[in-house]
């Protein structure tokens, strides 16, 4: 265990060992079951405030939906911390009220939780997808730039400019009626390689058609589906 884990774990622990102390060196340990009730809601949300932040969505989105995630949190662990406070300073016998409140509360904060931690979610998986649509157009523009270098022909360096243009302007958004045309460019595209390797001029002319003609397919697929 790293010395930040343990010194996280200490500032972690320090309220629920606070709360503890004083709560038993002022209250004792004969209390009424609506204040015992009140204390295990509270060491819930406590718990709530702790854990919500390891569970929320991963991606560039990560330090927003943390913080979205840990604000709810923290506002049902203030209310639950209030109505603890009065609970305890009252020390109300009205088990069945108490119970009432804390469960519509309970119930309130895990909708609004689960409905925070879905839509971000949501928007985690098409950050992810969108951020994989642009490696595609990006990772075959960049090949074929990188082909470019390989030929000395006019004709087959002016054929790839063009060619590399097209797809850096291809659109990015991508789906299952596309699949077909992307797998078939990349598979294109290392043949088009191997091609500039052996400086195959006929060759590399011949492939960066069938590729001008699939990332076609392909951009009409995309404007079509849009």
Same mark, same amino acid.
């Given at each position: 265990?790293?010395?930040?884990?343990?010194?996280?774990?200490?500032?972690?622990?320090? *309220?629920?060992?606070?709360?503890?102390?004083?709560?038993?060196?002022?209250?004792?340990?004969?209390?009424?079951?609506?204040?015992?009730?009140?204390?295990? +809601?509270?060491?819930?949300?406590?718990?709530?405030?702790?854990?919500?932040?390891?569970?929320?969505?991963?991606?560039?989105?990560?330090?927003?939906?943390?913080?979205?995630?840990?604000?709810?949190?923290?506002?049902?662990?203030?209310?639950?911390?209030? +109505?603890?406070?009065?609970? +305890?300073?009252?020390?109300?016998?009205?088990?069945?009220?108490?119970?009432?409140?804390?469960?519509?509360?309970?119930?309130?904060?895990?909708?609004?939780?689960?409905?925070?931690?879905?839509?971000?979610?949501?928007?985690?998986?098409?950050?992810?997808?969108?951020?994989?649509?642009?490696?595609?157009?990006?990772?075959?523009?960049?090949?074929?730039?990188?082909?470019?270098?390989?030929?000395?022909?006019?004709?087959?360096?002016?054929?790839?400019?063009?060619?590399?243009?097209?797809?850096?302007?291809?659109?990015?958004?991508?789906?299952?009626?596309?699949?077909?045309?992307?797998?078939?460019?990349?598979?294109?595209?290392?043949?088009?390689?191997?091609?500039?390797?052996?400086?195959?001029?006929?060759?590399?002319?011949?492939?960066?058609?069938?590729?001008?003609?699939?990332?076609?397919?392909?951009? *009409?697929?995309?404007?079509?589906?849009?």
């Amino acid at each position: 265990m790293t010395k930040k884990n343990i010194l996280t774990i200490i500032l972690e622990s320090v *309220f629920i060992v606070a709360f503890n102390v004083l709560f038993f060196l002022n209250g004792g340990t004969q209390h009424v079951a609506a204040v015992w009730t009140a204390y295990g +809601f509270l060491h819930f949300a406590y718990l709530m405030v702790l854990i919500t932040p390891l569970i929320a969505s991963k991606g560039s989105t990560t330090v927003l939906s943390k913080t979205t995630t840990y604000t709810i949190s923290l506002l049902f662990f203030i209310v639950e911390l209030l +109505f603890a406070i009065v609970t +305890f300073i009252t020390k109300t016998e009205r088990i069945k009220m108490v119970i009432s409140i804390e469960t519509v509360l309970c119930a309130i904060y895990v909708i609004i939780l689960v409905i925070n931690l879905l839509t971000d979610e949501s928007i985690a998986n098409k950050q992810k997808r969108h951020e994989s649509e642009n490696d595609f157009i990006k990772g075959i523009s960049n090949q074929i730039k990188y082909i470019q270098t390989l030929v000395s022909d006019n004709d087959a360096k002016n054929k790839l400019e063009r060619l590399y243009y097209l797809a850096h302007s291809s659109p990015s958004k991508s789906g299952e009626s596309m699949k077909f045309y992307e797998n078939e460019i990349v598979r294109n595209i290392s043949l088009m390689e191997d091609a500039a390797n052996q400086n195959k001029i006929t060759d590399i002319l011949r492939i960066s058609g069938e590729i001008e003609r699939l990332l076609n397919k392909r951009t *009409f697929e995309a404007r079509t589906r849009n």
